[in-house]
Nanobody, 125 residues
Framework: QVQLVESGGGLVQAGGSLRLSCAAS????????MGWFRQAPGKEREFVAA????????YYGESVKGRSTISRDNAKNTVYLQMNSLKPEDTAVYYC??????????????????WGQGTQVTVSS
């Protein structure tokens, strides 16, 4: 079984920055892609960013494009999400997701098999 453990969430003022981390552990896991999604109360889960492990191609949701950077550490099987210029509307639970093979569009939840428990990000105005 693969476990995804997120860290780095918290409370930050508008305009501030946070870096989220997600480490994959457990059985040997050959990563195809990892991504971040977020869900605010009463809203659907929203795509934030994704990265293909081979080649490092990145994808971003429109709401965070230009303000966020996703990156990976292959040796540590860890993905990072650097978020800058945070806004109150970025407040949500952020979920890490991973897949070991192609399952579908990696900008949608259906592209992933493993999910973390989520980390809360709160941006105060």
């Amino acid at each position: 079984q693969v476990q995804l453990v997120e860290s780095g969430g918290g409370l930050v003022q508008a305009g501030g920055s946070l870096r989220l981390s997600c480490a994959a552990s457990g059985r040997t896991f050959s990563t195809y892609a990892m991504g971040w999604f977020r869900q605010a109360p009463g809203k659907e889960r929203e795509f934030v960013a994704a990265i293909r492990w081979s080649g490092g191609t990145t994808y971003y949701g429109e709401s965070v494009k230009g303000r966020s950077t996703i990156s990976r550490d292959n040796a540590k099987n860890t993905v990072y999400l650097q978020m800058n210029s945070l806004k109150p509307e970025d407040t949500a639970v952020y979920y890490c997701a991973a897949t070991d093979r192609f399952r579908g569009d990696i900008t949608t939840p259906s592209g992933y098999y493993n999910w973390g428990q989520g980390t809360q990000v709160t941006v105060s105005s």
